[in-house]
């Protein structure tokens, strides 16, 4: 099962390694949208919504990364003072009844969300928004398959653990 874990915990690291790049672009964005507003009274809708996409993106699949790098967010001050094997109890029954119900119906609804979203060719409201609201919609299911598969690596390491084997 460890190996199973790893080569999902690999392929979602490459890939949300891949997506940091986004932050990137944002930064750039928001400096170029700064200095254009203050320097030269210049606005672009369309630049500003891109800069909505690219943080949501950048936090939909900042989630997942977490996840497998275990730095996301816990009751720590309770759960430090459990030993190991209560920590990894805890942790197994919180990705299997917490982590991948919960986003699991996320990602069964917005499929649907998603679709209607396209069927219409729904876009911006703004004038210069952006067009093909759908693909910042379709982020949704995309961000809950990433968590889940996180959620699934982590919850093969923890089971691993708690029979004794050596999950490294």
């Not at 459990?82 to 029954?93: G, I, N, P, S």
């Not at 649907?112 to 379709?138: C, D, H, N, T």
Request: net charge positive; aromatic share 16%; proline share 2%.
């Amino acid at each position: 099962m460890t190996q199973l874990a790893k080569w999902i915990e690999a392929a979602l690291k490459k890939f949300c390694e891949l997506c940091l790049w986004a932050n990137f672009i944002l930064i750039f964005l928001i400096v170029f949208q700064v200095v254009a507003r203050y320097a030269f009274n210049f606005t672009w809708a369309s630049l500003e919504e891109l800069q909505w996409h690219l943080f949501a993106f950048a936090m939909f699949t900042g989630v997942a990364y977490a996840i497998v790098e275990n730095s996301h967010v816990r009751a720590d001050l309770l759960f430090a003072k459990f030993a190991k094997k209560w920590q990894d109890r805890v942790e197994l029954l919180t990705m299997v009844f917490c982590v991948i119900p919960f986003f699991s119906l996320i990602l069964f609804y917005s499929l649907s969300f998603v679709e209607r979203s396209y069927a219409v060719g729904e876009m911006s409201s703004a004038p210069g928004g952006l067009p093909y609201r759908w693909l910042i919609k379709a982020l949704i299911p995309l961000a809950c398959l990433l968590i889940n598969f996180a959620a699934l690596a982590k919850i093969l390491r923890l089971i691993d653990a708690l029979r004794g084997k050596d999950v490294s």
